[in-house]
């Protein structure tokens, strides 16, 4: 008896536990909705800091809108093309972008 040389659909590589192409794009849709809400919590930061703080905004908090910017790149990436470390990536710069507008 001989196995298949060609991978079925459900065969995702090397790896049987790795996620299937729709479970990522499910996954880095998810990613955009978190990325609204660390604008929101960036925003919330970044004024905060503009009224208690010294009123002007620093370089971290340009960082962190330029970090929103890569996450909501990286996520129509990971849609487009679905990688693992394209949907990592986007989540992790979705949650680094509060930090850096709370270094500010």
């Known amino acids: 008896m001989t196995t298949p040389t060609t991978p079925t659909h459900h065969d995702h590589g090397t790896d049987p536990y ?11 849709g998810c990613g ?22 010294d009123g002007a905004a620093k370089g971290f908090a340009t960082a962190a809108f330029w970090t929103l910017l890569a996450g909501a790149v990286t996520g129509v990436a990971a849609l487009i093309a679905p990688r693992r470390g394209l949907v ?17």
């Open 18 to 28: 790795a996620p299937s192409p729709r479970a990522l794009r499910i996954i880095a």
């Open 88 to 104: 990592t990536a986007q989540y992790l710069l979705a949650v680094a972008a509060p930090l850096l507008a709370l270094l500010d």
């Open 32 to 53: 955009f909705l978190l990325l609204a809400a660390c604008y929101l919590a960036t925003v919330v930061a970044v004024l905060v800091d503009a009224i208690d703080g």
